[in-house]
T-cell receptor, first 114, second 114 residues
Framework: KAGVTQTPRYLIKTRGQQVTLSCSPISGHRSVSWYQQTPGQGLQFLFEYFSETQRNKGNFPGRFSGRQFSNSRSEMNVSTLELGDSALYLC?????????????FGPGTRLLVL | AQSVTQLGSHVSVSEGALVLLRCNYS??????LFWYVQYPNQGLQLLLKYTSAATLVKGINGFEAEFKKSETSFHLTKPSAHMSDAAEYFCAVSVTDSWGKLQFGAGTQVVVTP
């Protein structure tokens, strides 16, 4: 079974630009969550999507948005990039259901904002 | 609001010695608790989870954790450290049965010395 795929793996942008990151979950997983990881703030929850609906949202400004498609693939978008948005963005897919309950993280997209 | 506190940002342990990583949680309702490991330049890997089924939880790679409600703790242990255990470890909490929204601790970097 293929793991969680995130594209691109590395990205360099300049302030003011916008960026879209993609996450393809494990086949059969309907929940996709996004996290931001920085040395200063650690791991912070961005949002979770389940069956194309945002189920949970973290405390990030409206510049951060996401969506999920019918095939469970998810994208997150950051508009008007700031230097502080430089981070590793992690996506996780999960399946909840009895003994099969589990969650897998992708390798992340490392974003550098100059 | 739920939160977790990891005691010790860095832990050094000798190969073959006991690994003990401390995590205390704060939650107004019975929590779901998790331990994750992150190797350099990789995503997070789930080690184990507590969901109220049993207070002693066994995970992968020889790790286990014990949920102690009276101490609000969920410490991670491994009887004998291996060089491959060198990584960063994160404790996390969720107060819902959704895997999607986790609150992570700041992490503990484990160094294993020969």
């Amino acid at each position: 079974k293929a793991g969680v795929t995130q594209t691109p793996r590395y990205l360099i942008k300049t302030r003011g630009q916008q960026v879209t990151l993609s996450c393809s979950p494990i086949s059969g997983h309907r929940s996709v969550s996004w996290y931001q990881q920085t040395p200063g703030q650690g791991l912070q929850f961005l949002f979770e999507y389940f069956s194309e609906t945002q189920r949970n949202k973290g405390n990030f400004p409206g510049r951060f948005s996401g969506r999920q498609f019918s095939n469970s693939r998810s994208e997150m978008n950051v508009s008007t990039l700031e230097l502080g948005d430089s981070a590793l963005y992690l996506c996780a897919s999960s399946y909840s259901g009895g003994a099969e309950e589990t969650q897998y993280f992708g390798p992340g997209t490392r974003l550098l904002v100059l | 609001a739920q939160s977790v506190t990891q005691l010790g940002s860095h832990v050094s342990v000798s190969e073959g010695a006991l690994v003990l990583l401390r995590c205390n949680y704060s939650s107004s309702v019975p929590p779901y608790l998790f331990w994750y490991v992150q190797y350099p330049n990789q995503g997070l890997q789930l080690l184990l989870k507590y969901t109220s089924a049993a207070t002693l939880v066994k995970g992968i790679n020889g790790f286990e954790a014990e949920f102690k409600k009276s101490e609000t703790s969920f410490h991670l242990t491994k009887p004998s450290a291996h060089m491959s255990d060198a990584a960063e470890y994160f404790c996390a909490v969720s107060v819902t049965d959704s895997w999607g929204k986790l609150q992570f601790g700041a992490g503990t970097q484990v160094v294993v010395t020969p």
